[in-house]
């Protein structure tokens, strides 16, 4: 069983939709959690960094951690056909990070 | 703020060949990773370096050397280039350890027939 799970998709929705993007893990030694997005044929890029349990909202995203679930959401508001891209999870006790292996979103017009 | 650079940006091999695929940042961090991904398999570690004058092997090392330049330079070596090492390889810093969020650079696209 891998330590972090992640559904690969595709997950397609319409534009202005409410996306729900989800990661499971098994390490409860993880303390930070972090989203990435990776355009196609492009490097992944951080877009959001949260410290343990809460919420933390940047514009039309918000990130979502319960440790005691060992689960972590990343919400999208108003979802536009440019947030058609792969979703990375990825954590850490502190040191390294641990990837899930990515959703991949495609929000059509 | 060119972040971290990576070079070649595509590469076809034949089996048996050698190549170093180079990165560099700017960013004055410490921390610097070699990641390879592939379809179904997510982003797998192959070696990563701590700090300057430290490598480690990570969690798909066999096949592969690296070298920590210096600060800013870390190159991953392919000795002897097989077919199951076409791959889209990442490196990616951080100032220390994973904390603040990796920056990756762009990727090599590497093929070898």
């Known amino acids: 069983q891998k330590e972090v799970e992640q559904d690969p998709g595709p997950l397609s929705v319409p534009e202005g939709a409410i996306v729900s993007l989800n990661c499971t893990y098994s390490?409860?030694?993880?303390?930070?959690f972090m989203w990435y997005r990776q355009y196609s044929r492009k490097g992944p890029e951080l877009l959001m960094y949260?410290?343990?349990?809460g919420n933390k909202e940047d514009g039309r995203f918000t990130a979502q951690v319960d440790k005691s679930s060992k689960y972590i959401s990343l919400f999208i508001r108003d979802s536009q056909p440019s947030d058609s891209a792969t979703y990375l999870c990825?954590?850490?006790?502190?040191?390294?990070?641990?990837f899930g292996g990515g959703t991949r979103l495609m929000v059509k017009p | 703020n060119a972040g971290v650079t990576q070079t070649p940006k595509f590469q076809v091999l034949k089996t048996g060949q050698s190549m170093t695929l180079q990165c560099a940042q700017d960013?004055?961090?410490?921390?610097m990773y070699w990641y390879r991904q592939d379809p179904g398999m997510g982003l797998r570690l192959i070696y990563y370096s701590a700090s300057e004058g430290t490598t480690d092997k990570g969690e798909v090392p066999n096949g592969y050397n690296v070298s920590r330049l210096n600060k800013r330079e870390f190159s991953l070596r392919l000795e002897s280039a097989a077919p199951s090492q076409t791959s889209v390889y990442f490196c990616a810093s951080v100032r220390t350890g994973g904390l603040g969020g990796y920056t990756f650079g762009s990727g090599t696209r590497l093929t070898v027939v």
């Open positions: 949260t410290y343990s349990s």
């Open positions: 390490n409860s030694a993880f303390q930070y």
């Open positions: 960013m004055n961090h410490n921390s």
């Open positions: 990825a954590m850490t006790p502190g040191n390294m990070l641990t």
